[in-house]
């Protein structure tokens, strides 16, 4: 785990699954790598990363897919990804993009 990128990685793949259960916490992501809250942080630091970073990152790689994939709409998307709000969703993907979800899609 001496590749920062690497460390990533496996914070993400443990991210990814929980989405959509409204779990992808940090204190899940901590249990799951047998790290205390310390040493996770410490870690995170030392990578120039934060959880939060991580974690919008995740949302929206997964976001750009789907809607690239045109094979859910938008509400669907938001509520895979734990946004429960699909107003902040368009908006989120508004300011990331430029385009609202529905510009986004490929169909």
């Not at 310390?38 to 750009?64: K, P, Y």
């Not at 938008?74 to 734990?82: D, M, P, R, V, Y």
């Amino acid at each position: 785990m001496s590749n920062p990128s690497g460390f990533r990685t496996l914070v993400e793949n443990i991210i990814a699954p929980f989405l959509s259960h409204a779990e992808a916490s940090l204190k899940t992501v901590e249990l799951r790598l047998r790290m205390s809250e310390r040493t996770f942080a410490r870690r995170l630091s030392h990578d120039g990363l934060t959880f939060g970073e991580i974690l919008d990152q995740v949302r929206r790689e997964m976001a750009l897919r789907d809607l690239a994939e045109g094979n859910l709409q938008s509400s669907q998307i938001a509520w895979l990804l734990s946004i429960r709000q699909s107003s902040s969703f368009s908006q989120g993907c508004r300011r990331r993009t430029g385009k609202s979800p529905s510009e986004n899609h490929s169909r």
